[in-house]
């Protein structure tokens, strides 16, 4: 991996982690609703940036690790869903919690489909 792209990455990594902060700071329910939004709002990029890819060839692979490896893995926040549904479990709040891992599991495998449809279609022939 070269010296740019690993700079791409982490600047893009950099980015995604500053988004998720405005969104954690904005959103502040006693359901983790901001980190749904973020892991929801991740995946239907990556979907987009999959899908781009799959019907062009005219995609960087700098601009890919830049958003799918570096501000994608910023972004998103599988670890905090983690610790916040234990949190939710030990606090008793046991509906709360599975709702959480339901929502994030089904949603964002319904949002990295849709992105992959809508960059296909969005991008399709260039």
């Known amino acids: 991996m070269s010296l740019l792209a ?7 990594g950099a980015l995604g982690s500053i988004l998720r902060a405005l969104i954690a700071v904005g959103i502040r ?5 901001a980190t749904l939004l973020a892991n929801v709002t991740g995946c239907l990029l990556i979907g987009l940036v999959i899908g781009h ?10 601009s890919r690790g830049f958003v799918v490896i570096g ?8 670890s905090t869903f983690g610790l ?3 949190k ?3 606090s008793g709040n046991i509906e709360s919690a599975f709702s ?4 994030s599991l089904v949603v964002c495998l319904i949002a990295v489909w ?7 279609l969005l991008f399709q022939g260039g």
């Open 6 to 12: 690993l700079f791409l990455n982490g600047l893009g």
């Open 29 to 33: 329910t006693e359901f983790p609703w």
């Open 53 to 62: 890819e799959s019907v062009t060839s005219d995609w960087a692979h700098h």
């Open 71 to 78: 501000f994608c893995g910023g972004f998103t926040t599988f």
């Open 84 to 86: 916040q549904t234990i």
């Open 88 to 90: 939710q479990l030990e």
């Open 100 to 103: 959480n891992i339901l929502l």
């Open 114 to 120: 849709a992105g992959i449809k809508l960059g296909k």
